[in-house]
């Protein structure tokens, strides 16, 4: 056993084993620092959105399409959460109307000179973009989250088919930091992908020997069975990118791996050292926002947090009815 530990350590590079002990060293510290957050959303997800929330991100759960609104028997408050997002939605980033603009210092796409005519072909194809992928249906989901939990998360990433494609990880399955100016900057998170979900999103090269051998077997149930993917985005200007074997020049990285998986030994793999994937960005592909905020608290309050004694005394009022 030790000479086989020893041989698949030498197979890496001594950047991809520190980055592995550090992002999974950062992603513990995240969760220990979320726990009281954690408990809080569960509680507001139990009473006004149960189906954007998960308590422990696990994977092969037989039970995810059975009812999960038990506590929910007057859905006034559902309601009024969800028109206060969709009232967001209309004001801030309506599809139906323009809702941003574009401007170099005093120019902006409403005068006639040739960089007013080049800021509006500009804004043109910006919002075909949105309304040609799935931007709009993400941010809404983004405002309904922001809405109960006070912390929205979205990722957006370049996409060959739709330019970009847009993704909204749920309460529970991220972990949110700041940086020295309190902007919320670094993000990780797990969750769960399908053996064939894996491979088609990044290769059975990058994969570990396991999933690959499940994959190749092909037989059917091992294509659907779940492992837990690690994912983290943070800011590549902490002095250590060379440690990391990352570009300087980029101003984020982001890795995704197996979480609690081995490592795969492919050198000549796109991304070894047990990562199924490393990037760098210029910008940061995570949107993230928060709705109130305490000090340097990296998540923040919402008012489904005010109206949860509401919504609690509603349902128990409901239930006393009906008895």
Not at 58 to 85: E, F, K, W
Request: net charge neutral; proline share 5%; aromatic share 14%.
């Amino acid at each position: 056993m030790a000479a086989a530990a020893t041989a698949l350590a030498t197979a890496f590079s001594p950047e991809d084993l520190a980055l592995r002990r550090y992002s999974e060293g950062r992603l513990i510290g995240l969760r220990v620092n979320r726990y009281s957050w954690w408990t809080h959303w569960r509680e507001l997800a139990d009473y006004f959105l149960p189906r954007r929330y998960k308590w422990i991100v696990t994977p092969n759960q037989m039970t995810r399409g059975s009812p999960i609104n038990q506590h929910i028997l007057d859905s006034t408050g559902v309601i009024c959460a969800r028109n206060l997002a969709s009232g967001i939605m209309s004001g801030k980033s309506s599809p139906s109307r323009p809702w941003f603009k574009l401007k170099i210092d005093r120019i902006d796409s409403t005068l006639t000179s040739p960089v007013s005519l080049w800021l509006a072909e500009c804004e043109r194809l910006m919002r075909l973009v949105f309304h040609e992928s799935n931007f709009y249906n993400s941010i809404a989901t983004f405002y309904y989250d922001l809405v109960i939990f006070g912390t929205a998360a979205m990722l957006i990433y370049e996409d060959y088919e739709n330019v970009i494609s847009c993704y909204n990880p749920c309460a529970g399955e991220y972990y949110i930091d700041i940086d020295g100016q309190y902007r919320p900057c670094i993000f990780y998170r797990e969750f769960t992908m399908t053996i064939s979900a894996v491979v088609a999103r990044f290769g059975i090269d990058n994969v570990s020997p396991n999933v690959a051998r499940l994959y190749r077997e092909n037989t059917g149930a091992n294509l659907t069975r779940e492992i837990i993917i690690a994912h983290s985005i943070e800011p590549n200007n902490d002095g250590r990118a060379e440690e990391f074997g990352f570009d300087k020049a980029f101003a984020y990285r982001e890795c995704y791996w197996e979480w609690g998986g081995s490592a795969s030994p492919q050198r000549g793999a796109a991304s070894p050292g047990g990562f199924v994937e490393r990037k760098g960005y210029y910008e940061n592909p995570a949107i993230i926002t928060r709705w109130d905020l305490v000090s340097n608290d990296p998540y923040g309050r919402s008012v489904a947090m005010d109206a949860l004694g509401d919504q609690k005394q509603l349902q128990l009022e409901t239930r006393r009815k009906a008895q």
